[in-house]
C-alpha cells in the first residue's frame, strides 16, 4: 500500500520560509509534485520534479520563491518555499507519478496517481 506522509506546514509572517517534506512508503515513483488549494478556490499545480533528470517544473507564482527537490534514497520528495506571502496561504498537497508523464500531464492532477492527505500553510501579513 502506497502512503505520502506531508510534513513541515505550519504558520509563517510575510517574508518567512518552511520546508514541506513528503515521504513515500509502499513504492518508488517517477515524478512527484507539489499542488495547493486555497479556500474556495480550485487546487492549483505549484511545482513537479521529474523522475528522469530530476528536472523542476514551477507555476509563475512559485518562481525564483520555492524550490523542490528529491531524495530517491529517502524515498522522499521536498519543496522548500522562501519569501513567503499570505496568498500563498493553502493545504498543499504532494503528488506521486507512478511512471513518465509529459510536462503538460505534470502541470495537471491527470499526472499524478497518488495523493496525500495535505499539510496546511499559512502567512500571517
Known amino acids: 500500500q502506497v502512503h505520502l506522509a506531508e510534513s513541515g506546514g505550519g504558520l509563517v509572517q510575510s517574508g518567512g520560509s518552511l520546508r514541506l517534506s513528503c515521504a513515500v512508503s509502499g513504492r518508488t515513483f517517477s515524478s512527484g509534485g507539489w499542488f495547493r488549494q486555497a479556500p474556495g478556490k480550485e487546487r492549483e499545480f505549484v511545482a513537479a520534479i521529474t523522475g528522469s533528470g530530476g528536472w523542476p517544473l514551477y507555476t509563475d507564482a512559485a518562481k525564483g520563491r520555492f524550490t523542490i527537490s528529491r531524495d530517491d534514497a529517502e524515498n522522499t520528495v521536498y519543496l522548500q518555499m522562501n519569501n513567503l506571502k499570505p496568498e500563498d496561504t493553502a493545504v498543499y498537497y504532494c503528488?506521486?507519478?507512478?511512471?513518465?508523464?509529459?510536462?503538460?500531464?505534470?502541470?495537471?492532477?491527470?499526472?499524478?496517481?497518488?495523493w496525500g492527505q495535505g499539510t496546511q500553510v499559512t502567512v500571517s501579513s
Open positions: 503528488a506521486l507519478a507512478k511512471s513518465s508523464v509529459s510536462y503538460r500531464d505534470l502541470r495537471t492532477r491527470i499526472g499524478y496517481d497518488y
